[in-house]
């Protein structure tokens, strides 16, 4: 699904508007529905809600939503700031059909006063400020924004939180609405991707309100979200005729004396990601670990405690390095002769990557096309600090486009970001993959669907969402708590079942 800006989303309105031949009233309307459906869904009628309104569109929203609950027979009220001198004509229109339906449903709120002493079972949706709004709240709206925040009550945003920005993050401090659910319409806005904006999102459930085809399709965007779409499109099923050698050798390298285990949990991942063959090349120290533990892969000694040397043939179909790999002296200069002569893809994690950081020259050693799969300390080390996390996604594009190669940022929505400049968040994972060895897993992934013949971007864009769907599947059975890295490979294949 493509992330468009909010003026370009206001341009897809207008052109639905056109295209289709129908009023902003009537969209807004659609919109509405939309809220409606969704929160009858969620909530019993007995629920009594508080919609609080601004006198903009999203205050139209909230009024329309408003008037759908009352007439569906839910315990509904709105109150509407009147922190500008008029209404825009669409708010006017709902607020006047509001008023004629249930005018004891309805009150104006003057500047300073405030809503007090609720109590703590009535839900409040907040449709004060939406994606029209270009900078920060101040004076009275914030202070109401506050006071709300302060409430225990429930909070619902529609379309987003008030006082978030969509295309960038709030300022410190910020005035921002604090929901426990946003109901964005038709599309994910940027902000919701990152992690300074959960808090004020929640949960995100984007809501199909109509908008154009013609227009998405048309419209131009650096930004997307990996989703089922995205990888039902690029996964390609094993054909009948297919043999051990069709799909590919995965080579994992890594491991040190005490690290046996994440060179451990990419070798298993490899194998769960359906690579044809998988060999391990680590200590002799971890031998009989490996050999135990992961049975299905072969295994190539390289040193004793600690990587000495690299030896990878031109016939392996693809390489992961880094997992457990520590930075001892002969492991560095092993990792930097190998970058020097080895001419395919590969992917780089963990200590790989800490290496590379050292001297930003090791960077031109890697081949167009490769992986990097750094979390933000690392993408730190390597590239430098960011003030925040959208501005480290950015300088993580230009990273991406002056290397030729595709960064895995890792983090609460992964972000692939790709050398021709396009950005793809994942919508899959939760926080029980907050965990040691998750990122060993994904190294698996990724060097198995290369194994097989995906392309780099492919194999990065596919690989991360099995990765947080894995661990979706998991947490489900077992729970977020108990969810631990060996899970997410287990798991692999009930992820692969939904693509189907």
Known sequence: MKIFSAQQIRDGDAFTIRQEGISSALLMERAAASCYQWIAAQYHRDTPMLVVCGMGNNGGDGLALTRILLQEGFSARAVVLKH????????????????????????????????TELPEHILIIDAL??????????????AFVRELNELPNEK??????SGLPADSLPQPGAAVIQARHTLSFQFWKRSFLHTEAEPFTGKVHVLDIGLSRTWQEATHSQYHTIDRDTAC?????????????????????GGSYGKIGAI???????????AG?????A??????????????????????????????????????IGP?????????????????????????DADALNILSAKETYLNLLTAGSILTPHPKEFTRLFGPSPGSMLQVELGRAKAMKYNVCIVLKGHHTAVLLPNGECWYNTTGNPGMATGGSGDVLTGILTGLLAQGYTARDAALLGVYLHGLAGDLAAATLSEEALIAGDLAEYLGKAFLTLR
């Open 129 to 142: 400020f939406g994606t029209g709004l270009n900078r920060p709240l101040e004076g009275w709206p914030a």
């Open 264 to 274: 451990a949990l990419s070798t298993r991942a490899a194998l769960h990601s359906g």
């Open 84 to 115: 500008t001198g008029q209404f825009s004509p669409d708010a006017t229109h709902n607020f006047t059909s509001l008023h004629q339906l249930a005018p004891d449903e309805v009150q104006i709120l003057n500047p300073g006063m405030f809503v």
């Open 156 to 161: 619902i945003a529609i379309d987003i939180p």
């Open 233 to 253: 499109a690029i996964y390609r099923p094993r054909k009948a005729s297919g043999h051990k050698g069709t799909y590919g050798k995965a080579m994992l390298i």
């Open 283 to 320: 200590p002799s120290c971890g031998y009989e670990i490996l050999q135990a533990t992961q049975p299905e892969a072969m295994f190539l000694p390289a040193g004793q405690k600690h990587i000495d040397r690299i030896e990878v043939s031109t016939e392996d179909s693809a390489t992961g």
């Open 324 to 348: 457990g790999l520590g930075q001892a002296p002969e492991t560095v200069k092993a990792l930097v002769a190998f970058l020097e002569q080895y001419d395919k893809p590969l992917v780089l």
């Open 277 to 281: 063959l998988v060999y391990t090349q």
